[in-house]
């Protein structure tokens, strides 16, 4: 079993590897501004390793503010970088968005705004529109993040409640060019989607915002409403003439770091199979699937040959109804746990590859084919602990959560189930 448990580690670890910044950023610098200032801006949870990085290659002058989550921040010496929270917002993060604001403020043509973004940015970036609290938010968030919506949905209501996201950085940085670099941590790469897209132009509506809202029962106070209702909290959309000189590039997603982690399995002898970087739902309705094919290509050799090693990357979601402690990535190999019933040769990982797995203090946990055996050694009862959505004291109890602290990238999970 030890060495099932290092090989996947490994394969973890290849994959945070390949999104690093210090790997990805620097080929998708632009030229430093002739005649204009360079300013710096950024949020998310790699934001202040994306500012270091910057720093380093560029010698001439720069300022800048850059918002990261807390214990994530890195020393820069010429951008500022604040911490605040996530995933539920705090005052910490209105104010780091209102400095960012006002830094952008009064710039001309002939400046450059290098724009730093990264997944958490939505929840550190929280500077409410008019006629929106921070109390508002913080319920909201909470309520969102809970009730099983997606990213893209869940940013989709962020972008309309605020006052700097869905492309209104962008604005108040206009006539001054706007290069935005992004870590992508959402299936499917939108940029407009990472960290509520700040600086991009958003196609998304008030009415769709609406929408979901009411598709996820989630009740919001008369004022949030009347936002969302008079068409106030609208965005600007493609094709709106002050982005016409703006750039983005995504430069680290999920599909490099599964890429990563099938050479790193490929050079261990085992043969990997991507099966794909983009896959969403509710955790354990994905485990599920995943078991399925683990234990046909155990049983029957379809539809891969054994011994493999099945990857995949995403982000699913979890609708809580229990009061445990826990993320995804351990909701998921829980369920999967449960739907293996200890089959033979069938290991797994999953992590999220910024190191923390929802509000724990882990990036995921291990599975091997004893997990449930071991568990109930501990008096666990694991379809319970499910139902309790608790699959972090379950690892926990094992010794099998994986703790790598913050890793200042961010691509989503990471999953790996190695079948020997």
């Given at each position: 079993?030890?060495?099932?448990?290092?090989?996947?580690?490994?394969?973890?670890?290849?994959?945070?590897?390949?999104?690093?910044?210090?790997?990805?950023?620097?080929?998708?610098?632009?030229?430093?501004?002739?005649?204009?200032?360079?300013?710096?801006?950024?949020?998310?949870?790699?934001?202040?390793?994306?500012?270091?990085?910057?720093?380093?290659?560029?010698?001439?002058?720069?300022?800048?503010?850059?918002?990261?989550?807390?214990?994530h921040a890195v020393p820069c010496e010429r951008i500022e970088v604040l911490e605040a929270a996530h995933p539920v917002p705090d005052a910490a993060g209105a104010g780091a968005a209102q400095r960012i604001l006002d830094s952008v403020a009064g710039l001309n043509e002939n400046d450059l705004v290098l724009c730093l973004i990264s997944g958490g940015g939505s929840a550190l970036l929280a500077l409410p529109a008019a006629g929106v609290t921070l109390a508002d938010k913080q319920?909201?968030?909470?309520?969102?993040?809970?009730?099983?919506?997606?990213?893209?949905?869940?940013?989709?209501?962020?972008?309309?409640?605020?006052?700097?996201?869905?492309?209104?950085?962008?604005?108040?940085?206009?006539?001054?060019?706007?290069?935005?670099?992004?870590?992508?941590?959402?299936?499917?790469?939108?940029?407009?989607?990472?960290?509520?897209?700040?600086?991009?132009?958003?196609?998304?509506?008030?009415?769709?915002?609406?929408?979901?809202?009411?598709?996820?029962?989630?009740?919001?106070?008369?004022?949030?409403?009347?936002?969302?209702?008079?068409?106030?909290?609208?965005?600007?959309?493609?094709?709106?003439?002050?982005?016409?000189?703006?750039?983005?590039?995504?430069?680290?997603?999920?599909?490099?770091?599964?890429?990563?982690?099938?050479?790193?399995?490929?050079?261990?002898?085992?043969?990997?199979?991507?099966?794909?970087?983009?896959?969403?739902?509710?955790?354990?309705?994905?485990?599920?699937?995943?078991?399925?094919?683990?234990?046909?290509?155990?049983?029957?050799?379809?539809?891969?040959?054994?011994?493999?090693?099945?990857?995949?990357?995403?982000?699913?979601?979890?609708?809580?109804?229990?009061?445990?402690?826990?993320?995804?990535?351990?909701?998921?190999?829980?369920?999967?746990?449960?739907?293996?019933?200890?089959?033979?040769?069938?290991?797994?990982?999953?992590?999220?590859?910024?190191?923390?797995?929802?509000?724990?203090?882990?990036?995921?946990?291990?599975?091997?084919?004893?997990?449930?055996?071991?568990?109930?050694?501990?008096?666990?009862?694991?379809?319970?602990?499910?139902?309790?959505?608790?699959?972090?004291?379950?690892?926990?109890?094992?010794?099998?959560?994986?703790?790598?602290?913050?890793?200042?990238?961010?691509?989503?999970?990471?999953?790996?189930?190695?079948?020997?």
């Amino acid at each position: 079993m030890q060495d099932e448990r290092r090989l996947l580690l490994d394969l973890f670890e290849a994959a945070v590897g390949a999104v690093t910044s210090e790997g990805c950023l620097p080929s998708f610098l632009p030229e430093a501004p002739v005649g204009g200032r360079l300013i710096v801006v950024g949020a998310g949870k790699g934001a202040a390793e994306m500012a270091r990085v910057v720093e380093g290659h560029y010698p001439g002058p720069l300022t800048g503010i850059v918002v990261t989550r807390y214990g994530h921040a890195v020393p820069c010496e010429r951008i500022e970088v604040l911490e605040a929270a996530h995933p539920v917002p705090d005052a910490a993060g209105a104010g780091a968005a209102q400095r960012i604001l006002d830094s952008v403020a009064g710039l001309n043509e002939n400046d450059l705004v290098l724009c730093l973004i990264s997944g958490g940015g939505s929840a550190l970036l929280a500077l409410p529109a008019a006629g929106v609290t921070l109390a508002d938010k913080q319920a909201l968030n909470s309520a969102l993040l809970k009730s099983g919506a997606t990213i893209g949905e869940m940013n989709c209501v962020r972008k309309h409640l605020s006052a700097i996201k869905g492309g209104r950085l962008a604005l108040a940085c206009a006539p001054a060019r706007v290069v935005t670099l992004l870590i992508s941590d959402v299936p499917g790469d939108d940029p407009g989607i990472v960290a509520s897209g700040p600086s991009l132009p958003d196609a998304g509506t008030c009415e769709e915002a609406l929408a979901i809202l009411a598709r996820y029962r989630i009740e919001v106070p008369a004022n949030v409403r009347a936002v969302l209702t008079s068409g106030a909290g609208e965005t600007p959309k493609p094709g709106d003439i002050r982005f016409a000189n703006n750039r983005v590039h995504v430069i680290a997603s999920a599909r490099i770091a599964l890429d990563a982690a099938a050479a790193a399995a490929r050079a261990a002898g085992i043969t990997p199979y991507i099966l794909a970087d983009d896959i969403e739902g509710e955790a354990r309705d994905i485990a599920l699937m995943h078991a399925s094919m683990a234990r046909s290509v155990r049983t029957h050799g379809m539809p891969f040959q054994r011994p493999c090693v099945i990857l995949s990357g995403g982000e699913t979601t979890v609708t809580v109804g229990g009061t445990g402690r826990g993320g995804r990535n351990t909701e998921f190999l829980l369920a999967l746990g449960l739907a293996l019933g200890g089959a033979p040769g069938i290991h797994a990982i999953a992590c999220d590859t910024d190191g923390i797995d929802g509000s724990e203090n882990n990036a995921g946990a291990l599975l091997a084919p004893d997990s449930l055996m071991r568990a109930e050694a501990h008096g666990l009862r694991a379809r319970a602990m499910l139902d309790n959505n608790d699959g972090y004291s379950f690892f926990q109890a094992l010794g099998d959560l994986v703790v790598c602290g913050p890793t200042l990238t961010n691509v989503n999970d990471f999953r790996a189930i190695l079948i020997s």
